[in-house]
């Protein structure tokens, strides 16, 4: 069914028993010529455009639990392509690109709302960095503007500019940046792939991954042995354990990222909002909560929940950027297991098993990514080569020592 103006008439009229489910939880078949392990946001996108963009349709996603349980569902929603390495660049922005047109691609209401990210700068050295990266932006076509402090003052007058230890001295704004809705980008590829023919099947835990003669035969799950010619993982904070059932051992680290919600307040925040002097992104959503998230937890861990250190860590952060903070109540707060790369940039790759694909290393920043991850994925698994726009993301980059080091933090996971 087509989501429409007429059709919601159509079915208020009908007291809205009409509507059917917007997907099929599909079972299992025995044969695939595509099994994508991994139900979150980047698995379902690279079902969809391999259905959409390249013809494959024999495809099915096999999820552990259910689809956007992962990080997909936990994240903070920040969209953006505000990179500065030229390796970066490209990718991030095909991401946008594709984020402006999809909801009307896919029919459904993602909830893209472009509403501004501002990164603030403290220091003058801060500043000048900011200029270089937006600068380099801009070099690339894309939407990049410094702001002054006034100009700051004037949009957010509740921060604390002249905070003695970390002074506001202005930002970077991309103004095409923003949030979209995390839920509905699941559920929007998860009905576009299910209606160009992918099984998405669900509580199907993948368990073994066969290969034979060095090329990958198919997986074992708990709903059985699925054969397949190809296999892509898209498992992001799980990716170390997949892979190992392939005998590979990646170059990944998994930490706990943890995000928080406040009890909803009238609209105050306009924009995306990142603290330049400690971890902290900062925004508001529709329904008036405050959404933020600060850094991943310091050690490795496989549980998706959070601790105490962390959340002292980040509301002293968001005290220091917004006083007025310290009179709001969270009200939710949850972790996810983030797959840390070794130079904070992902990796989109052929491995060396014949016929399975590696999409990880996503560190803080896989949402954003999702369409261009997606399409690219689709691409390599599709044409056995990959997209222009992630021609870099390979994965022996670490073993030939050409790392895309973003934040030029070297091989230390914590500090991406
Ligand atoms: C608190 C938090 C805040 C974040 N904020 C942002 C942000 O503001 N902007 C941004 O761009 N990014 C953000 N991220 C990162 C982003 O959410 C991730 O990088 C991205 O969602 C990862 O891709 P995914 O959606 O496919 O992962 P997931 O949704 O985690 O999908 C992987 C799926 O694989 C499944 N799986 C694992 N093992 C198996 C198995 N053996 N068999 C079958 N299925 C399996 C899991 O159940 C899971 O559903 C944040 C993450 C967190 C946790």
Not at 95 to 105: P, T, Y
Not at 379 to 402: Q, S
């Amino acid at each position: 069914m087509r989501y429409s103006g007429f059709s919601l008439i159509a079915q208020s009229l009908k007291g809205h028993a009409g509507w059917g489910p917007a997907w099929r939880d599909a079972s299992p078949k025995s044969t695939y010529d595509v099994v994508i392990i991994g139900g979150g946001g980047h698995g379902l996108a690279t079902a969809y455009y391999l259905a959409s963009r390249y013809g494959v349709s024999n495809v099915a996603v096999i999820e552990k639990g259910y689809i956007g349980s992962g990080n997909a569902g936990r994240n903070t929603t920040i969209i953006r392509s505000n990179y500065l390495l030229s390796e970066n660049i490209p990718f991030f922005e095909s991401s946008m690109k594709l984020w402006e047109g999809l909801e009307q691609e896919l029919n459904y209401n993602a909830m893209v709302s472009q509403r501004g990210a501002l990164l603030l700068c403290h220091s003058d050295a801060q500043r000048d960095a900011f200029a270089r990266r937006g600068n380099a932006m801009r070099l690339a076509g894309v939407d990049a503007e410094i702001m002054e402090v006034e100009q700051i003052r004037a949009m957010l007058p509740f921060l604390d500019y002249e905070n003695a230890r970390f002074p506001i001295r202005g930002g970077l704004m991309q103004w095409r940046a923003g949030t979209a809705r995390h839920d509905a980008v699941v559920w929007g590829y998860a009905r576009a792939a299910d209606a160009r023919g992918v099984d998405i099947v669900q509580n199907c835990e993948v368990t073994g991954i066969s290969v034979e003669n060095g090329r990958v035969v198919g997986v074992d799950t708990t709903r059985g042995q699925i054969k397949a010619k190809k296999v892509a993982l898209a498992v992001a904070g799980n990716s170390s354990r997949v892979a190992a059932m392939a005998g590979l051992r990646l170059p990944i680290e998994s930490h706990v990222l943890q995000a928080f919600v406040s009890e909803g307040l009238k609209p105050l925040l306009n924009c995306v909002l990142t603290f330049g002097a400690g971890h902290l992104y900062i925004s508001q959503s529709d329904k008036g909560g405050l959404v933020f998230g600060g850094g991943i937890d310091g050690y490795n861990s496989y549980a998706q929940r959070g601790n105490l250190p962390t959340i002292e860590d980040v509301m002293e952060a968001a005290m220091g950027l917004w006083p007025a903070l310290g009179r709001v109540r969270v009200l939710r707060h949850w972790g996810g297991i983030m797959d840390m790369s070794m130079d904070g940039s992902p990796i989109i790759d052929h491995t060396s098993v014949q016929g399975l694909y590696i999409n990880a290393g996503w560190c803080y920043g896989g949402f954003k990514a999702t369409p261009a991850s997606g399409m690219c994925l689709a691409h390599l698994v599709a044409k056995d080569e990959p997209h222009p726009v992630a021609a870099a993301y390979r994965l022996d980059r670490f073993a030939t020592g050409r790392l895309i080091d973003e934040r030029g933090m070297g091989a230390q996971p914590n500090l991406h």
